[in-house]
């Protein structure tokens, strides 16, 4: 009796680890470099789970939180949180995922490719700049950009086309585009048209201290946040659904 259980957990861990390592191997992996202004290299992984196993939300065990501490960096944002490994879903070429860039020193920053793991076909990384409107195809050669020191949290993008119209295919389904944010002077009050939805509002400063996050329900369409309390300058809004984020700058006078 005692040599079946034994024989019984032995091919339970064979099973196992057979199935995680089958599991490791079918994830398709993206690597990318990020060289600071200082010279420091930050690197970032995108795993795409071809089972659908990840998503585009933060999923435990897949996702991993920034935790170090760099003057300058580039991560993954989800949720508006950074991270330096993101599991997703299978591979779409219409998928973009947003790039974090924060800067306290100005100078020379550059991105690289550095592998593809598990591709049966080649792809295309590119960086979307939507500042620019510009997509630069990283298989070729690294992008290089002088940079002033600040948080950028709605410029950069990995796409997987240069082609505008593709590259927007996810934003156009994003329903947080028909969420109207507006900030009104006089009153020093912005109001948000949720259409309905339970969302959530985060105010940052373009340094990327959090000031204020806000609960948005769905019992009311229309929320009046006053602003009152903040001193002019421009602030980042974030607009998060469980699916989306939407990135705004809002001028505080």
Not at 113 to 137: G, M
Not at 235 to 245: A, F, I, P, R
Request: contains cysteine; neutral net charge; charged residues 20%.
């Amino acid at each position: 009796m005692k040599n079946l259980t034994y024989v019984c957990l032995a091919f339970f861990c064979y099973v196992t680890l057979t199935a995680q390592t089958e599991n490791k191997s079918n994830i398709q992996r993206v690597r990318i470099d990020f060289k600071t202004p200082e010279g420091y290299v930050r690197h970032l992984l995108l795993g795409f789970t071809q089972d659908g196993s990840a998503t585009d939300g933060l999923d435990y065990g897949y996702d991993a939180r920034k935790r170090d501490k760099l003057h300058d960096d580039l991560n993954w944002m989800i949720d508006s949180e950074r991270f330096i490994i993101q599991g997703v879903g299978p591979f779409n070429v219409s998928k973009r995922y947003p790039l974090g860039m924060f800067l306290k020193n100005s100078g020379s920053i550059e991105i690289s490719l550095t592998a593809l793991e598990h591709f049966d076909n080649p792809i295309s990384i590119y960086i979307y700049d939507d500042w620019e409107k510009t997509h630069h195809h990283l298989n070729d050669v690294s992008y290089k950009k002088i940079m002033a020191s600040g948080v950028y949290l709605d410029r950069f993008f990995m796409t997987f086309t240069n082609n505008r119209k593709e590259s927007l295919l996810s934003q156009k389904d994003n329903a947080l585009n028909d969420v109207s944010l507006n900030y009104f002077h006089n009153s020093k009050t912005m109001h948000v048209n949720t259409q309905g939805m339970p969302l959530n509002l985060k105010v940052y400063t373009l340094q990327g201290q959090l000031i204020s996050s806000h609960a948005l329900s769905n019992h009311s369409e229309v929320h009046t946040l006053s602003m009152s309390h903040l001193q002019s300058q421009v602030v980042l809004t974030v607009l998060e659904s469980n699916e989306h984020s939407r990135y705004n700058r809002i001028l505080i006078n």
